[in-house]
């Protein structure tokens, strides 16, 4: 066994974690960084932090990840890391010619009380900002939170520093997406297009992440939100924000700074949340609902009630990020699956709150926990008391499904050992098809890799 | 496609392109980076930039203290249940992405690689101090995994706060009665990995080698050090030990357990691979006990024959040497059938490579057997006795980022027992005959006229290097690897070897030809340009209309 040591016996730990369901805050910064065009992330603490990164977002996209770091030593963290944070500047600038850095800070340099605002100040005054070239910067303590609350950090800094109001409105809307996959980015605006609604998306790591081979590497790729698009969404007529944890409180600073009102949703992960989002779209673009988007709900229907008897009943245990654990669980409900474990390392007192609004009077049937010491160890724990037929999660989940034989579905961050959510959607109905193939398939290979001969199916 | 530039006539003098990659840097960035890039003469002594502080903002391909503490040295051990002490993150990153492979010795041996176990450190804890918390992890991991020993890391907020992880794990060790010990691995602690492997040797040198005096077992007895089993490794060289008859005592750390590290000072000789990231324990372990070390290479089978051979010449055994000798012919032999159909294919083709601290030039052996020329080369966290030869340690200015990592004072052993003054007196006989101990020549000399050598590159470093030299090949490791494949050039990773390998020992050399086959080859690469790229365009329009 590959997690021999872990058995069903349960202690009340306070101090420990073992094998974690979330990572920390600026792997989050620096992936809703990259959604920008032309902008260069930089990690101002240790090179540790910034190596660590680039190579979690490597493996997972298996795509170049460029980022700087402002290499703290022993010095910096006594001294402060101005000195290394202005040099950082001027090496970027001078060598890689971004449109825009976008710092985020470390657990080490927040311990130290490096103020970020102060030394990005010193650094316009010194004049070590070209003219019509951008620093933004994102407190990002790794002690508080996860990496979605980094991602949600960075998403707000860039919307706060770019975004403006004019007198004209425009006649667009924003999404603000949660962290979810360049394919999933392009399916967003795939659904916008088929709606006839104009939008702008921020992140949007599309064509950043997903880089076609050329036999030219480029530093800042073809995609990403453009400036004039951020500068933009302070005049769209709403904004549509898409994953709660990840994105509230960048379309609460907009609707602040720019009067832009906005309604929050679920990532459309699933059927209802799918149904949400569009209806949320189509008032915000005041447009109705196309035959296209409807033929696609049909379809997903079709496959749902066509295959419905392999979910029915079936155990599911689950672990991940909130805003993609909420949607999914709600559509495992839906299709009359049984979501038995919930595990979410990011920490966040409306966890709860949400899982009861979602499970009704069915909450009974799942054991959930979120933040310290939610971790997948919890969870195969759990599996070791009363086992479950799926399990999904990223690719550390492979070890324990491996070890109980229960089929696994990979989705989240980090997915290192299987490619395809690079390339395919997860969102919309469109998504939500390609969720239950993949759940298909993996509890259909199970069933012919398991059953006896006399039992075995040709066609199920 | 790229066009391919022509070596045949030698390698092009350098200082062009240096000129070119420095220009686009400021000043007295220039003046610096100038130091760490040297046009290599292989006869003359040349001295390079090395182990000095990355320029922030540069873009560089280093990591930081801890990884080349918690990550390099101690994560290929299985049976240290390892407690990083930190925000989440560090523990995360650091969860089986190194590749460190372990057979445990039974079904239910403790093998705790799987697991990653952190403080998960949050605000409150970095303001009133993470001490508590981390006693209380200790205290549930001997609960729940009844480890013999537990490892505690320091990340870079605990060193700032000042926990005090040493304090605690004395503590610790003495209320558990089971080994537990610290590591100060903060991040920012030296200039790049290579700090934290300092660090790790002397924890481990101090807590935990030379705690059991076991009786010798074997008649030939020795430690592998530096070889941490990325992708197999270590199985293919245990395997040539065992069939040799030579004890492999302990391996630090590939495929190692806690247990070897205790009696690894009952070894006769040290065999260093990873120069760079294990050379402390080997002096240390000759000035207290007395026991040799020498420089050995496993990465290609002529480096294999030459170091087995070279064992066996210590040892002086009659039979020894014959079976020594038996089994590199037969394994050559098979290496050589591979070789013979794979060598025509790759012959003459280009390779650059910047990794590691030995990795960049151990490997230049496999490349010289294939017929594969390296144009240039540099390391990621290396010193420059690593470029140079370990006879410039002497004269390496020591800077304020070394004084930082504690040098420990080492005497002999007080138990005259242990103390091996017949292997001191071996050594010194041997050494009359020519035997080389205690040496490394380094990178350099090995490498041909004008190679470009390169310390810490940059990524525009990377890409202009490419640009001039269209190489065949480059071998780096992840962040670069799709970054250079982009541009059209294959990249194999020399950390984690593509989830490849074993590349070291005969088994290991076969596998590498066979992937430079895979690599260097194949004509995948050719298919980049769409078919209409290279037609004359169609000129006019047509619309069809649905």
């Known amino acids: 066994m590959l997690l021999r040591h872990t058995t069903e016996k349960e202690i009340d730990r306070k101090g420990l974690t073992v094998n974690a369901a979330k990572t920390c805050q600026p792997v989050g910064a620096m992936y809703a960084s990259l959604g920008i065009h032309g902008c260069l992330p930089h990690s101002h603490g240790s090179q540790g932090c910034c190596s660590y990164h680039r190579s979690a977002l490597t493996r997972h996209y298996k795509e170049p990840v460029m980022a700087a770091t402002s290499s703290f030593t022993e010095g910096s963290s006594v001294f402060g890391g101005q000195a290394n944070l202005l040099q950082a500047i001027t090496t970027i600038f001078s060598v890689y010619d971004p449109e825009i850095i976008a710092v985020h800070s470390t657990c080490l340099s927040e311990t130290i009380g490096d103020d970020l605002h102060q030394i990005v100040k010193k650094a316009s005054d010194d004049g070590k900002v070209p003219e019509g070239k951008h620093i933004i910067q994102a407190a990002t303590p790794s002690y508080v939170g996860s990496h979605v609350t980094g991602y949600s950090n960075m998403l707000t800094a860039i919307v706060k520093y770019f975004a ?95 009067k832009v009102p906005f309604e929050l949703c679920n990532l459309p992960i699933g059927l209802r949340a799918t149904d949400r989002f569009i209806s949320a779209l189509a008032k915000a673009g005041a447009v109705s609902v196309p035959a296209e988007i409807e033929r696609e709900r049909g379809r997903l229907m079709d496959l749902i009630t066509d295959m ?153 | ?146 480890p013999k020993a537990i490892a505690v890391f320091s990340t870079c907020p605990v060193g700032l706060i000042g926990d005090d992880v040493h304090a605690v794990s004395r503590e610790m060790k003495e209320e558990l009665g089971i080994n537990v010990f610290g590591f100060s691995c903060e991040g920012y602690r030296g200039v790049s990995q290579s700090a934290g492997h300092h660090i790790a040797n002397n924890q481990i040198f101090k807590h935990v080698l030379g705690n059991t005096d ?83 290479n496993f990465i290609g089978a002529g480096s294999t024959t030459k170091t087995l051979k070279k064992i066996a010449e210590f040892f002086d055994d009659a039979e020894l040497t014959k079976k020594v000798a038996e089994i590199c012919a037969r394994e050559e032999a098979k290496v050589e059938a591979v070789k013979a159909s794979i060598k025509p294919k790759v012959e003459g083709k280009t390779a650059m490579m910047f990794v590691g601290g030995s990795r960049a030039h151990h490997y230049q052996d496999l490349f010289e057997e294939l017929g594969i020329k390296v144009l240039s080369a540099g390391y990621e966290f290396a010193h420059r006795d690593d470029y140079e030869g370990r006879h410039v340690i002497p004269n390496i200015k020591i800077d304020a980022d070394t004084r930082n990592i504690e040098e420990l004072s080492v005497s002999k052993t007080e138990n005259e027992a242990l103390w091996r003054q017949d292997l001191v007196e071996k050594k010194a006989e041997l050494e009359k005959k ?113």
């Open chain 2, 214 to 296: 076991r009786e010798r077992t074997g008649k030939f007895q020795i430690n592998l050090l530096g070889e941490y089993n990325i992708g197999g490794d270590a199985f293919e060289l245990e395997r040539l030990f065992e069939e040799a008859g030579i004890e492999l005592l302990s391996t630090f750390s590939g495929n190692s357990s806690y247990d070897s590290f205790e009696y690894a000072h009952t070894a006769d000789l040290n065999i260093v691979m990873c120069h760079r990231s294990i050379n402390y324990i080997a002096e240390m372990m000759e000035l207290k006990y007395g026991i040799p070390w020498i420089k050995g």
């Open chain 2, 434 to 546: 020519g035997y080389e101990f205690s040496s490394y020549e380094g990178m350099m000399p090995q490498m041909e006229k004008n190679a470009l050598v390169i310390d810490d590159i940059s990524h525009w470093e990377t890409e202009k290097l490419i640009e001039f030299y269209k190489p065949d090949l480059f071998c780096a490791g992840i962040k670069e690897k799709y970054v250079v494949q982009k541009g059209g050039v294959p990249l194999k990773q020399l950390h984690s070897y593509d989830y490849g390998g074993p590349y070291a020992g005969f088994e290991g050399a076969i596998n590498f030809y066979k992937e430079m086959e895979r690599m260097l080859a194949t004509n995948v690469w050719k298919l980049v340009d769409a078919p209409w790229k290279s037609e004359p365009e169609i000129v006019g329009s047509m619309t069809i209309n649905a």
């Open chain 1, 308 to 460: 419905h008897q392999y979910f029915y009943g079936k155990r599911v245990a689950l672990y991940g990020d909130p805003d993609q654990l909420f949607p999914l669980c709600e559509f495992l409900l839906d299709i009359d699956m049984v979501p038995a474990y919930v595990i979410s390392g990011t920490p966040g007192k409306s966890f709860s709150k949400r899982m009861e609004a979602i499970f009704g009077d069915k909450i009974d049937q799942v054991k959930f926990k979120n933040g310290a010491q939610a971790d997948t160890f919890q969870l195969h724990q759990w599996i070791k008391q009363e086992g479950v037929d799926l399990l999904i999660g990223n690719t550390y989940g492979k070890y324990i499904a491996r070890d109980e034989k229960i089929p696994f579905v990979r989705f989240g961050f980090p997915t290192m050992d299987r490619i395809g959510h690079q390339y395919f959607s997860t969102i919309g109905y469109m998504g939500a098809i390609r969720i239950l193939e993949k759940i298909l398939d993996s509890i259909m290979q199970y069933q012919d890799e398991t059953s006896t001969e006399e039992k075995f199916e040709l066609v199920m």
């Open chain 2, 1 to 146: 496609m790229v066009k391919k530039k022509d070596y045949t006539a030698g390698l092009p003098d350098p200082s062009e392109i240096i000129s070119e990659i420095t220009k686009q840097y400021p000043g007295k960035i220039a003046k610096k980076r100038k130091k760490a890039m040297v046009s290599n003469v292989p006869e003359e002594d040349q001295e390079i930039q090395a182990n000095v502080r990355t320029v922030p903002g540069i873009i560089t391909q280093r990591g930081c203290t801890y990884a080349g503490c918690r990550g390099v040295v101690l994560g290929p051990t299985r049976d240290i249940l390892q407690i990083v002490h930190g925000p989440i993150g560090c523990s995360f990153y650091a969860w089986l992405t190194r590749r460190n492979q372990t057979k445990p010795e039974t079904e239910t041996s403790e093998n705790f690689i799987p697991y990653a176990f952190s403080t998960d450190m949050q605000d409150e804890n970095i303001v009133f101090g993470g001490e508590k918390k981390l006693k209380q992890a200790i205290r549930e991991a001997f609960e729940l995994f009844s």
């Open chain 1, 164 to 258: 403006v109001k004019t007198d004209e409105v425009k006649r667009q809307v924003n999404i603000l997406s949660g962290w979810v996959e360049p394919a999933d980015m392009r399916e967003l605006k795939r659904i916008a297009k088929v709606m006839g609604i104009k939008t702008v998306l921020a992140p949007d790591t599309s064509d950043v992440l997903d880089t076609p081979l050329t036999g030219k590497f480029e530093l800042y790729p073809k995609g990403g939100t453009t400036i004039p698009e951020l500068v933009s969404m302070g005049d769209s007529m709403k904004t549509v924000a898409i994953g709660e944890w990840a994105t509230k409180d960048a379309a609460v600073a907009l609707d602040n700074q720019c």
